[in-house]
């Protein structure tokens, strides 16, 4: 747990004491003016703007090379031009997984870029949230018993078919998985839930005294995905920062990673018009989840740029 000090000076005031004058206060004359502030907060949000449309320019020009790299590699690793001896399979294999690592990172600053930028829209189509969950434990079973642990998943017959972005759920629920794989220890568990829930938003047609109630709700109107893993557990007073862009908590600075898996996760459930937070005590493992409503709500694409 991290802890905050407050610094406190002691010193010995003698015959050579000098007591140094306090700082002056600035008149109002020397404020800012509103009209130079919101200048200024124009030009600092073009001016990110631009770095980022550079920085996503520079990734998007990075990953036809390195697809062409990581495609040499795995014909090498195949064989197909001449047998490998161990010491050269070894190698391949290592270059083939740093290949990986380097696209997803490269995948993972495009996404943000498009999301910080409003260029990702969502594209709901009626599905069933349980074949969706179902594939991406699918694709990571293997790599979780690579590292020995175990991933649980049960299907609940409960959910209903409804509108959601499939392909950006998988997103999510990958990069929520990611991370419990990245974080928890071998012979370790992860557990993937998904329930009805009934979420009691609060009446955003009427922001003035309704904003104040919550609308009463009698049946199930979203859908709630945990997942959970027996990791290290995340400090509560992160638990709102890891959500942040390129974030990462101080005892994970040496990580692989850009610090955007879980930015990227919270955005594109806002965007679907859910919200996602964590539940977590350090050394209790974690417990991530997020809430999709059942009804897609008409304004979600535009909510996926904003905290």
């Known amino acids: 747990m991290a802890s905050v000090q407050k610094n406190t000076l002691v010193s010995d005031v003698g015959a050579d004491s000098e007591i140094m004058p306090a700082a002056p206060i600035p008149s109002d004359g020397d404020l800012p003016s509103p009209e130079n502030l919101l200048q200024e907060y124009k030009e600092l949000r073009e001016r990110a703007q631009r770095t980022t449309n550079a920085l996503a320019s520079a990734a998007h020009d990075l990953k036809t090379p390195l697809s062409i790299l990581n495609g040499y590699v795995e014909v090498l690793h195949s064989e197909k031009l001449g047998p490998l001896n161990d010491r050269q399979r070894e190698v391949l294999h290592d270059m083939q997984a740093s290949g990986k690592r380097l696209q997803q990172f490269i995948q993972d600053f495009l996404t943000y870029s498009a999301l910080e ?146 930015a990227i996760a919270r955005r594109l459930v806002q965007g679907m018009g859910g919200k996602i937070w964590v539940e977590s005590d350090a050394g209790a493992g974690c417990k991530f989840s997020f809430l999709l409503p059942y009804k897609a709500a008409l304004a979600a694409a535009s909510k996926g740029k904003n905290r």
């Open 117 to 262: 930028t409003g260029g990702l829209r969502m594209q709901f189509e009626d599905g069933n949230i349980n074949e969706c969950l179902s594939e991406v434990s699918r694709l990571w079973s293997n790599r979780f018993q690579q590292k020995g642990l175990a991933l649980y998943f049960l299907a609940n017959d409960k959910l209903p078919i409804f509108p959601f972005d499939s392909p950006k759920l998988e997103r999510v629920i990958s990069n929520l998985l990611e991370n419990s794989f990245k974080f928890t220890p071998s012979g370790g568990t992860v557990w993937l839930h998904a329930e009805p829930h009934m979420w009691e938003r609060r009446a955003a047609a009427q922001p003035s005294t309704a904003e104040r109630r919550r609308q009463n709700v009698s049946q199930p109107n979203s859908v709630k995905v945990s997942v959970s893993d027996t990791g290290p557990g995340i400090p509560a007073e992160f638990h709102l920062e890891v959500f942040d862009d390129f974030f990462r908590l101080p005892s994970n600075e040496n990580q692989e990673g850009m610090g955007l898996g879980l």
